[in-house]
Each structure stands twice: as structure tokens, then as C-alpha cells.
């Protein structure tokens, strides 16, 4: 159980463009989403959390025009981000949690590529 | 604020060898404790947690970590690798941020199993 799945797995887009990403929960209802950010041989950087709707918290120095968040349903989160440029080049991975409790066990996605040329 | 320390950036180790990856956090309220791991590419997995009482917890793929309060450690440990061990492992603790529970990364240990 608690699948969680990302779409697409790789997208390569040209700058100036906008790039949607997916995050479902498949076996279960998620309440809270997160977005990460990867760069290579790094670290998770949370970009921002999101529960079902309300508007998503992002962290310190993350442009909430650019990374568009969007928490629709209890199974279903989205990343746009907006106006890509090559700097936002990363890899991209979201996570779910059935409840808000801090012991409740974060489930992750496989993650999406986004290269920007 | 609570903080992740991963001392090792790169533990590499023979096959079958034993293999300890060291984990201390900052933290002067309780805290729940997780190791995850990540294989190329892909995204992450938990490997195991630490809630409450015994302080020995195992996980999958035979890994285990033991959470030490006066050392403020949460080391993962496994008594035999193999050459499918091969990933980066990140421990992580939970801390409370704008009224939400979050999860804080330590910097990722790469282990490099060689045959």
C-alpha cells in the first residue's frame, strides 16, 4: 500500500515555457502533499507543503508565482512551474501523508527530470 | 531549528562486509526519526522509523538503526551488504513549521558496495 505516483517521469521543455507535474496518491487519501527539489548528489529541498483546499505554504526564498501549486483533491497535487528557465532545471519529487501528525509516515514519489533548454 | 548532520558523505565497503551510516540531529523536544533510501534516479523509500518505545528498530532489506537520546544518534546499521545496497541513504527528523509537521533532510551518504 501507499503508492504515491508522479507524471510525467522526464519532460525536457524550451525556455519560457510552463511545465505542469502530477502527484497522485493511489491507495490512499492524502491530506498534506509536499514538493521537493533535488540537484544532483544533494540533498531534498522542501519547496512547499499543501493540504486539500487551502493554498500551499511555501518555504523561504521559493517564488510562489513561478512554482504554481495547486491541492485539489484528497488524491491529486500539482507543480507548474511557470515560465521555465535552464536554472530550474532539477529533479522534482513529491510526497504524501494520510494526516497532519508529525510521527504519520511521508510517502514519496519516483520523481520527475525537468530539463529546460 | 532542528538539524540533520549524515557525518559521511561516501561510505564505500567490501560485499558481505558490515556497514554503519551515522545520523545526529538537533533537537531539544521529542522527535520521530526516519532513514530513507534513494536509488538512482528514483524517488525515496523508507527504510525505517522511530516513534516511541523500543530503541532498536528494524526495517527493510535487513537494516536496522538504533536511536540513542543521549547522543542525540539514530546510526543505521547492517550486519551484511550487498552489492543491491548500492544507493544514497538520508536520515531525516520531523519538526513543526507554520503549524505543520515537516521533514528535515540530513545531507545524504552515498554507500558504494564493491564486490
Known amino acids: 500500500g501507499a503508492v504515491v505516483s508522479q507524471h510525467p517521469s522526464r519532460v525536457i521543455c524550451k525556455s519560457g515555457t510552463s511545465v505542469k507535474i502530477e502527484c497522485r496518491s493511489l491507495?490512499?487519501?492524502?491530506?498534506?502533499m509536499f514538493w521537493y527539489r533535488q540537484f544532483p548528489k544533494q540533498s531534498l529541498m522542501l519547496m512547499a507543503t499543501?493540504?486539500?483546499?487551502?493554498?500551499?505554504?511555501?518555504e523561504q526564498g521559493v517564488e510562489k508565482d513561478k512554482f504554481l501549486i495547486n491541492h485539489a483533491s484528497l488524491t491529486l497535487s500539482t507543480l507548474t512551474v511557470t515560465s521555465a528557465h535552464p536554472e530550474d532545471s532539477s529533479f522534482y519529487i513529491c510526497?504524501?501523508?494520510?494526516?497532519?501528525?508529525?510521527?504519520?509516515?511521508?510517502?514519496f514519489g519516483p520523481g520527475t527530470r525537468l530539463l529546460v533548454l | 531549528a532542528q538539524s540533520v548532520t549524515q557525518l559521511d558523505s561516501q561510505v564505500p565497503v567490501f560485499e558481505e562486509a558490515p556497514v554503519e551510516l551515522r545520523c545526529n540531529y538537533s533537537?531539544?523536544?521529542?522527535?520521530?526519526l526516519f532513514w530513507y533510501v534513494q536509488y538512482p534516479n528514483q524517488g525515496l523509500q523508507l527504510l525505517l522509523k522511530?516513534?516511541?518505545?523500543?530503541?532498536l528498530v528494524k526495517g527493510i532489506n535487513g537494516f536496522e538503526a538504533e536511536f540513542n537520546k543521549s547522543q542525540t544518534s539514530f546510526h543505521l546499521r547492517k550486519p551484511s551488504v550487498h552489492i543491491s545496497d548500492t544507493a544514497e541513504y538520508f536520515c531525516?527528523?520531523?519538526?513543526?513549521?507554520?503549524?505543520?509537521?515537516?521533514?528535515?533532510f540530513g545531507a545524504g551518504t552515498r554507500l558504494a558496495v564493491h564486490p
Open positions: 510526497s504524501a501523508r494520510t494526516s497532519g501528525g508529525a510521527s504519520e509516515t511521508q510517502y
Open positions: 491507495d490512499f487519501q492524502a491530506t498534506t
Open positions: 499543501s493540504n486539500e483546499g487551502s493554498k500551499a505554504t511555501y
Open positions: 533537537s531539544s523536544v521529542s522527535v520521530y
Open positions: 522511530y516513534l516511541s518505545g523500543s530503541t
Open positions: 531525516a527528523v520531523t519538526y513543526q513549521s507554520g503549524g505543520y509537521n515537516k521533514l528535515i
